[in-house]
């Protein structure tokens, strides 16, 4: 049984090189039990085929406004309304603006402008077009409208420039099309619950120019929050400074230093369950100035450091309103399951998911985590190594059993 059995989506395919993975897509969320049923713009059609979108998902492809038999057969008023929701993979710059602008010059954009069912959009395109600030400001209009969003991803493009512009990727985006519709209540087993996830780096300010900061990514934390969207939670995720987009059907708040993220926590208390798995700097520059430190015959300044609020301790030993579950990680270069062991003591939270973060593994900032899973109880469970999404819902299915048990 597929998550997605008896959803039926709506895939608008954009123009654009990506469009070879729409094709993919169509068969993901098959795949998970959806049916699939395409709409191609004119720039579409110079990547992919009406005919291959129709043979994957096993329906008529649409490319027509003014297309007599289209309008007999379903017309774009229906096709606007016969489905669950609509996907656009890849949405490019020029979608985004039309749907911003509410212009509807082709069958895609006057299905989504027709629509009222949910939409998602996997946006792609060149690195520069994305950071543009006209995609930009459209892309905070159809935040606003409520249009949920996935990607784009950071890494190569077709033009051998690195950044953000990628399509989020056919398993990522079907994910994404599940939290936005959610499945049958037995297959939610977070649903009512509130979960709060840390996630990335914090950056400690020297002066007003310079920062320390760690490698982390915030992957594997952002991973959780979306794993647990997907799951049914309402999430709350209080990310450091990190380039990934907001996972969808999230709340995020960001936050830079150590002392910002323990308010942000705070705030967003009470939850059920607390997931801690943002690398906090331990310490900060004890002295901030507002000014930039100059060089100086005196030589180099001494840096002088602090310590930072420990933010998995101070909720974990609050003696009023603490999460029920407390989740910690442990980032550790030597020793790891000692060290992680001690952690679960000297921290007093529940659960503690190890991690060996030496250079060697690649895990700071990587993909791939292999983890180790250490219950207060002095429980252990060694995973395989794995993508750090595939930890994630490992996770969030564990947390769901502790959840449901009293
Ligand atoms: N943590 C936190 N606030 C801090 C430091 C760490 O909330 N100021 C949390 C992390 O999010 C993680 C756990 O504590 O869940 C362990 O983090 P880690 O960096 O592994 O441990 P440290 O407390 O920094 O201990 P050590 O430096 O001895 O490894």
Redesign the pocket.
């Known amino acids: 049984m597929g998550a997605l059995d008896g959803r039926r989506v709506l895939l608008v395919i954009g123009g654009g090189i990506a469009a070879y993975k729409a094709l993919d897509l169509i068969r993901r969320l098959r795949e998970r039990g959806a049916a699939v049923r395409c709409v191609l713009t004119k720039g579409a059609q110079e990547f992919v085929t009406p005919l291959a979108a129709a043979a994957l998902s096993g329906q008529r492809a649409h490319t027509d406004l003014f297309d007599r038999a289209d309008e007999a057969d379903i017309g774009h008023i229906k096709l606007a309304r016969d489905a669950d929701a609509v996907v656009v993979a890849p949405a490019t710059a020029n979608t985004l603006a039309r749907m911003a602008g509410g212009h509807a010059p082709d069958l895609a954009s006057t299905v989504l402008l027709a629509t009222t069912l949910p939409i998602l959009i996997a946006p792609a395109m060149n690195v520069r077009m994305w950071l543009h600030p006209a995609t930009q400001r459209n892309l905070a209009l159809l935040k606003g409208d409520g249009v949920a969003v996935v990607g784009p991803n950071v890494g190569r493009m077709a033009e051998a420039e690195t950044g953000p512009g990628r399509m989020a990727e056919p398993d990522e985006i079907a994910d994404a099309v599940e939290a936005l519709l959610g499945g049958a209540p037995e297959e939610k087993p977070l649903s009512g619950r509130h979960l709060l996830v840390?996630s990335g780096p914090t950056h400690e300010p020297i002066d007003p120019v310079r920062y320390l900061a760690n490698r982390s990514s915030g992957k594997q934390g952002h991973a959780i929050a979306a794993a647990a969207a997907a799951a049914g939670a309402r999430v709350t995720l209080v990310s450091g400074p990190v380039t990934l987009p907001d996972p969808p059907g999230v709340a995020v708040v960001r936050v830079e230093t150590?002392r910002e993220?323990?308010e942000a926590v705070e705030a967003a208390l009470p939850a059920d369950i607390a997931v801690?798995?943002?690398?906090?700097?331990?310490w900060r520059p004890a002295a901030f100035g507002d000014q930039k430190i100059k060089k100086g015959p005196e030589g180099p300044p001494p840096l002088a450091l602090t310590e930072?609020?420990?933010?998995?301790?101070?909720i974990a030993r609050r003696t009023e309103g603490r999460p029920p579950l407390v989740?910690?990680?442990?980032?550790?270069t030597t020793d790891v399951i000692a060290?992680a062991r001690a952690?679960i003591a000297r921290?007093g939270?529940d659960l503690?998911v190890a991690n060996d973060v030496s250079a060697a593994t690649g895990v700071m900032g990587g993909d791939r985590n292999s983890v180790h899973l250490i219950g207060r109880d002095g429980s252990l469970e060694t995973w395989p190594t794995m993508g750090k999404d595939e930890v994630a819902r490992r996770l969030v299915a564990r947390l769901g059993q502790h959840a449901a048990s009293p």
């Open positions: 840390t150590a993220m323990l801690f798995a943002a690398a906090v700097a331990d930072n609020p420990d933010i998995l301790a101070t989740v910690g990680f442990a980032a550790e060290h952690k921290k939270c503690i």
